[in-house]
């Protein structure tokens, strides 16, 4: 059986962040084996959603990276991978790919770097520290099919070594904690009943595209909307002048804040609509899991998210950073309760074909046993 230490030093809270709880999650449950080993940040996020959860066995914690400590970081974790007969290291976050070489290059043992490329790319990485970088990896997950084009055109790999691995999405277990519905989410957040509710989850910064969605519901008006805008505070300034809008729109009280929550799947079936805004997503795991979750989704038509949403299809596609083209969207949503139940049904058939949970990690396996 192949052993892995999977490492993620990032202090975040997101997308990249959920998943490796979900892929720690996954090895130390669904498999119920001793294979996998992880290193995270002190005190991090990570940590204690793990620790929380029980899924802290076999792990490693590490301050911040920095230039004084990478080293010691390095040689304590190449024989760590040493004692432990580590097969793999597996890692997702960017910032982890030179401690990830240094304990590759460290080690006694033979073992290969698996990088699984969540994030955008924008511009060619082909200085020579990227090439010793790089040279190092095994090979390169990339998440949606448009991101494995960007790691052919502007990493220092061959075409080979770059492989699509889409999300898996566990369904959610409603046994565990019961979902939020409608009427619940509007007596928490004391909306009216009647009206129609749109959900964003996201982190709160500008490339998230929050302010769209403000802008589009005061363009909507008199129509009966609320908005919930849910996700970690990334900048202070962009939420101010979110509120500030909100305010000079007279929405206020339509409008709430709420921070991260950890089962987004679990409060999504309160609102009659979510919607995914930003200017460029990679994957859009927040669409994905609305889908999942039978509630019909808008999205902008950049990135990654049009391999998931289909326009008219399974969901609905705006002009990114184009806050007229979301509210004819959005008017389309609330005025045929007919086209949302056609999307809804569509999508969730859709997610459950192309991003099953169970099948992810089985090619997750399947790549790792044929290297």
Not at 84 to 93: A, R, T, Y
């Amino acid at each position: 059986m192949n052993k892995i230490l999977a490492i993620c030093t990032s202090p975040d809270r997101g997308g990249l962040e959920l998943y490796f709880t979900k892929f720690v999650e996954y090895y130390h449950h669904k498999q119920n084996s001793t294979s996998l080993h992880t290193v995270v940040r002190k005190n991090g996020y990570i940590s204690q959603v793990l620790k929380r959860s029980g899924n802290s066995n076999r792990q490693k914690e590490i301050n911040k990276i920095s230039i004084i400590n990478l080293i010691f970081y390095a040689i304590y974790l190449a024989k760590y991978v040493n004692s432990h007969k580590i097969d793999f290291i597996h890692m997702s976050w960017r910032k982890d790919l030179l401690l990830s070489v240094l304990i590759k290059i460290f080690a006694r043992k033979k073992v290969h770097i698996i990088y699984y490329r969540q994030m955008k790319l924008s511009r060619e990485k082909k200085s020579i520290y990227h090439r010793f970088i790089y040279k190092n990896i095994k090979i390169i997950f990339a998440i949606t099919e448009n991101l494995k084009n960007e790691c052919n055109n502007f990493l220092p790999v061959s075409n080979h070594a770059i492989k699509k691995l889409p999300y898996g999405i566990e369904e959610y277990q409603k046994s565990q904690t019961p979902i939020i519905n409608k009427e619940e989410l509007c007596k928490d957040f004391d909306w009216d009943l009647s009206s129609f509710t749109i959900g964003v989850f996201s982190r709160l910064e500008e490339q998230k595209g929050q302010h769209l969605v403000v802008k589009a519901i005061k363009e909507l008006a008199p129509l009966d909307i609320s908005l919930g805008i849910i996700g970690y505070c990334m900048d202070k300034k962009y939420k101010k002048r979110l509120v500030k809008e909100i305010n000079s729109y007279h929405l206020t009280g339509k409008v709430r804040f709420e921070n991260f929550v950890e089962q987004p799947m679990r409060v999504m079936p309160g609102f009659d609509l979510i919607i995914l805004p930003t200017y460029e997503e990679t994957f859009g795991l927040v669409a994905a899991e609305a889908m999942l979750m039978g509630v019909p989704v808008i999205g902008s038509n950049a990135g990654g998210i049009p391999e998931i949403i289909k326009d008219n299809v399974n969901g609905l596609l705006f002009e990114t950073k184009n806050s007229n083209s979301l509210k004819q969207k959005i008017s389309m949503m609330i005025n045929s309760p007919e086209l949302r139940q056609k999307l809804s049904n569509n999508a969730k058939i859709f997610i459950r074909e192309n991003y099953n949970y169970d099948k992810h990690f089985d090619s997750f396996d399947s790549f790792l046993n044929e290297l």
